[in-house]
């Protein structure tokens, strides 16, 4: 029996994908070369992040995603911990009090504080700091339970896949036909017909330290390298915990193709900016390091939809770093218009034949 879809990738989005499809009754089989969240899922923080995002299609997106996880992130670690954002030099803080005004506008709850009030929530916080915002929707979970999670009662198949038309895809096993193919294979999605870039992230771990970090806390400088398209390398400083007291310290950003290479001048510049924020961590000792890659769009928008090319075949990738945030309204979106209900959101933005993805 032929599945009603084809989901290439078995990542956060893919599995977005299929769970969104599964419910509206399509049968669906995904394929992955690999495991479910073996790549850029697994390298990930898990963030579900509204803080970083100004007013626009991304940010409507989110919120629509912010809404959706809590009933799908069952056993995922879900925690809704809340964002800091903090202004480290005298410089940031206007441009962080005007992009927390906008973000008001658009219905984020993007709470301004005083320092002393920063440092109630995050006691051991750098005192320095001369402007903060609270946001109370931001949220985490566990990346990898989270797929599997979305994935279960859904047919999986390990096999890679060199070939598409939309009706079919061609395995090194042999041809699966089907009704629809959904490209959702991340920062590899280049291979069938966007221009998607693979752009690399490094994540530092540290000993664990349950209880001395409470919130996602980030660097203002994060939201402009977020946006950001240039190919060196940008750090900014971002600290949070995990449930079992572990801190993650990030964030990288650095367009060289597939090189996983970890480079020591990235892992200080981490450290500094973390220390930096947060003082106490100079003497908390680094467990290990991992990286993976965000699939980079140009124009920093996610591409969800068919292609007009190639009847049958749609694309869902181009998240970047934002794939975990993003993956429940993603999936949504994507089953609203493959099924022809009304859309969650707006699609026009992220349409596949925009100039800049079209390959």
Same mark, same amino acid.
């Given at each position: 029996m032929?599945?009603?879809? +084809?989901?290439? /990738?078995?990542?956060?989005i893919g599995a977005?994908?299929a769970q969104a499809?599964?419910?509206?009754? =399509?049968s669906? &089989?995904v394929?992955?070369?690999h495991?479910p969240a073996?790549g850029?899922s697994?390298?990930?923080?898990?963030?579900v &992040?509204?803080?970083?995002k100004?007013?626009? @299609?991304e940010?409507?997106? %989110?919120?629509a995603?912010? %809404?959706?996880?809590?009933?799908?992130?069952?056993? !995922?670690e879900?925690e809704? $911990?809340?964002g &800091?954002v903090?202004?480290?030099? @005298?410089?940031a %803080?206007?441009?962080?009090?005007?992009f927390?005004?906008a973000?008001? *506008?658009?219905?984020?709850d993007a709470?301004e504080i005083s320092?002393t009030?920063?440092?109630?929530h995050?006691?051991?916080?750098?005192?320095?700091i001369?402007? !903060?915002?609270?946001?109370l929707e931001d949220?985490? &979970?566990n @990346?990898? *339970?989270?797929?599997?999670?979305?994935?279960?009662?859904? $047919?999986?198949?390990?096999?890679?896949v060199?070939t598409?038309?939309g009706?079919?895809?061609t395995? $090194?096993? /042999?041809?699966?036909s089907? /009704?629809a #193919?959904v490209?959702?294979?991340?920062?590899?999605?280049?291979?069938f017909?966007?221009?998607v870039l693979?752009r690399?992230?490094?994540? =530092?771990?540290?000993?664990p330290?349950?209880?001395r970090?409470?919130?996602k +806390?980030y660097?203002?400088?994060?939201v402009?390298?977020?946006a950001s398209g240039d190919?060196?390398?940008?750090?900014?400083?971002?600290v949070?915990?995990?449930q079992?007291?572990?801190?993650l310290?990030g964030s990288?950003r650095q367009? $060289?193709?597939?090189?996983?290479?970890?480079?020591s001048?990235?892992?200080k510049?981490?450290a500094? *900016?973390?220390i !930096?924020?947060?003082?106490?961590l100079?003497?908390?000792p680094?467990m290990? !390091?991992?990286? /993976?890659f965000?699939p980079?769009?140009p124009?920093?928008?996610p591409?969800?939809?068919?292609?007009?090319?190639?009847?049958?075949?749609w694309h869902?990738?181009g998240?970047?770093?934002?794939g975990?945030g993003?993956a429940p309204?993603?999936?949504?979106?994507?089953?609203? =218009?493959?099924?022809?209900?009304?859309?969650?959101?707006?699609?026009?933005?992220?349409?596949v034949d925009?100039p800049?993805?079209m #390959?």
């Amino acid at each position: 029996m032929h599945p009603d879809v +084809v989901v290439m /990738g078995a990542g956060i989005i893919g599995a977005a994908c299929a769970q969104a499809l599964h419910a509206r009754g =399509l049968s669906v &089989l995904v394929i992955d070369r690999h495991g479910p969240a073996s790549g850029t899922s697994a390298a990930g923080e898990g963030n579900v &992040l509204v803080s970083d995002k100004e007013p626009g @299609p991304e940010l409507t997106l %989110a919120r629509a995603s912010r %809404a959706l996880w809590p009933a799908l992130a069952e056993n !995922a670690e879900w925690e809704e $911990k809340g964002g &800091l954002v903090v202004a480290t030099t @005298p410089e940031a %803080a206007q441009p962080l009090h005007t992009f927390a005004a906008a973000q008001r *506008k658009a219905g984020i709850d993007a709470c301004e504080i005083s320092t002393t009030e920063a440092l109630d929530h995050e006691p051991h916080l750098n005192p320095g700091i001369t402007a !903060a915002v609270h946001y109370l929707e931001d949220a985490q &979970l566990n @990346p990898v *339970k989270a797929t599997r999670t979305l994935l279960r009662g859904i $047919k999986f198949h390990q096999t890679e896949v060199s070939t598409t038309d939309g009706r079919s895809v061609t395995t $090194k096993h /042999g041809v699966i036909s089907c /009704g629809a #193919v959904v490209n959702a294979t991340g920062p590899w999605a280049r291979t069938f017909g966007v221009n998607v870039l693979p752009r690399r992230g490094v994540v =530092l771990v540290t000993t664990p330290i349950p209880g001395r970090i409470r919130h996602k +806390v980030y660097d203002a400088d994060y939201v402009g390298a977020v946006a950001s398209g240039d190919a060196d390398l940008q750090t900014s400083g971002v600290v949070e915990s995990t449930q079992a007291g572990t801190v993650l310290i990030g964030s990288s950003r650095q367009r $060289k193709g597939f090189d996983g290479t970890i480079e020591s001048r990235v892992l200080k510049a981490l450290a500094q *900016k973390a220390i !930096a924020m947060f003082p106490m961590l100079a003497e908390v000792p680094v467990m290990r !390091a991992y990286g /993976g890659f965000r699939p980079y769009a140009p124009d920093h928008l996610p591409i969800i939809g068919e292609d007009p090319r190639t009847p049958g075949l749609w694309h869902a990738t181009g998240h970047e770093g934002a794939g975990v945030g993003l993956a429940p309204a993603t999936g949504h979106l994507l089953a609203d =218009l493959m099924t022809g209900a009304t859309p969650l959101t707006d699609p026009e933005p992220f349409r596949v034949d925009r100039p800049e993805v079209m #390959v």
